[in-house]
C-alpha cells in the first residue's frame, strides 16, 4: 500500500510538473505573441433584429502560434489575466479597432461599432476610461463606435467601486455591454444603479429556445427587465431560425451567432457585408 501511495505521488508529480511547464512554454510563447505578429481579430457580426441591417460587429481576438497552433481564447486569455500580460495585449487589441475603425470612416461601413472584450484587471487599471477617450479623439473618432462589453461577473465584483468607473465610461460617451448576462451573481437593485446601456443574453439561456420552458422564462424575463430599465437586449449565439423568430418575437433588438454569421477574417467580413450588410 505504501508503495503505491509513493507512485501514485509520483505519476501526480509528474501530471503537476508537464502542466506547469506547458502553461510556462505557453506563457513564453505568449509574451512575444505581439512581436511576431501571431495575433489577429475575427469579426462576428451583430444584427439589428427588427429589420435585419448590420449595427457593428464585435471583436474576438486569435493567438496562432507556429508551435503551437490556434489556442483557443478561454485558454491564453486566462493565462494572459495571471500574468498580467492582458495589459499589453489589450492595448493591442484596441488599438487594431480603432484602426479598423479609421479605414471604415471613409465607406459606407462609417456607422458600424465594434464591440471589445475587456477583461477585469484592464477595466480596473487605474488610467484605462480616460485613455481610451484621449486615444478615440486622437483618431478622430466619435466614442460611441466603440463598445465595451464587460462580463456581469467583472461588473458584479467590486460593484459599489465599479459604479463610480461604469459612470464615468457613460458620462465619455461609451454604450456599456454586460456580457453573459444571467449566469452570474447579478442583483437586481444593483442592476438599476449601473449605467448600462446593453445587456448581452448569454448563449446558455438562447440554446434551450423556442422550446425549453426554463429558457424561456428566463429570456423573457430578461428581456422584460431590460426594456423596463431602458437597456437594449442583444442575444448571442443564435443558432437557428426558431432562435431568431422567437427574439424577434420578444421584441429583443440586436442579435449575433452562427446562424447570422460565424466570426470573420477582416478579408472576409467585408464580402459578407456586401451581401447581408446593405438590404
Ligand atoms: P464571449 O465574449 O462570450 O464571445 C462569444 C463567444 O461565442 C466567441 O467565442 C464566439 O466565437 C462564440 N460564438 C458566437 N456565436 C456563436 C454560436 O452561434 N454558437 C457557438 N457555439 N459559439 C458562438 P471565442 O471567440 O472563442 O471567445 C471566447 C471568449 O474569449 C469570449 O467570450 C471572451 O470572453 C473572450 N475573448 C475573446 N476575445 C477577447 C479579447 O480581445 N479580450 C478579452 N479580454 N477577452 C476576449
Ligand atoms: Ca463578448
Ligand atoms: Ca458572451
Ligand atoms: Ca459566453
Known amino acids: 500500500a505504501k508503495a503505491t501511495g509513493k507512485n501514485t505521488y509520483s505519476v501526480y508529480q509528474e501530471e503537476m510538473g508537464r502542466h506547469l511547464s506547458a502553461r510556462i512554454q505557453m506563457e513564453k510563447h505568449l509574451r512575444n505573441a505581439i512581436q ?12 439589428d433584429l427588427g429589420n435585419g441591417k448590420v449595427v457593428g460587429v464585435e471583436a474576438l481576438l486569435r ?6 497552433g490556434l489556442v483557443p481564447p ?30 471604415w470612416q471613409k465607406t ?24 481610451l477617450a484621449q486615444k478615440l479623439d486622437v483618431a478622430g473618432l466619435p466614442r460611441r463606435l466603440l463598445e465595451i462589453e464587460l462580463t456581469e461577473s467583472t461588473v458584479m465584483t467590486n460593484a ?12 465619455k460617451g461609451f454604450d456599456l455591454a454586460v456580457d453573459d448576462f444571467g449566469t452570474g451573481y447579478s442583483s437586481l437593485s444593483y442592476l438599476k444603479r449601473f449605467p448600462l446601456t ?18 424561456i422564462s428566463i429570456s423573457q424575463a430578461i428581456i422584460q427587465l431590460a426594456h423596463s430599465l431602458e437597456i ?32 470573420l477574417e477582416i478579408n472576409n467580413l467585408h464580402p459578407w457585408l456586401e451581401t447581408h450588410g446593405n438590404n
Not at 160 to 171: A, M, T
Request: charge should be negative; aromatic fraction near 10%; include cysteine.
Open 108 to 131: 459606407e461601413y462609417s456607422h458600424l461599432s465594434i464591440a471589445v472584450n475587456i477583461s477585469s484587471n484592464q477595466f480596473s487599471h487605474e488610467n484605462f476610461i480616460n485613455d
Open 63 to 68: 493567438w496562432r502560434n507556429p508551435k503551437l
Open 36 to 47: 511576431q505578429n501571431e495575433l489577429y481579430l475575427m469579426y462576428q457580426p451583430k444584427i
Open 232 to 263: 437594449k437586449v442583444v442575444a448571442e449565439g443564435i443558432e437557428t431560425i426558431q432562435q431568431l423568430e422567437f427574439l424577434q418575437q420578444q421584441k429583443c433588438e440586436y442579435g449575433q451567432g452562427y446562424f447570422i454569421s460565424r466570426p
Open 160 to 171: 459599489d467601486e465599479n459604479i463610480k468607473r461604469l459612470q464615468l465610461l457613460r458620462h
Open 198 to 215: 446593453i445587456l448581452k443574453i448569454d448563449k446558455s439561456f438562447v440554446d434551450g429556445l423556442p422550446k425549453d420552458d426554463e429558457d
Open 74 to 103: 478561454n485558454v491564453f486569455i486566462k493565462i494572459a489575466e495571471d500574468s498580467r500580460m492582458i495589459i499589453p495585449i489589450s492595448e493591442w487589441v484596441i488599438q487594431q479597432t480603432i484602426l479598423q475603425l479609421q479605414a
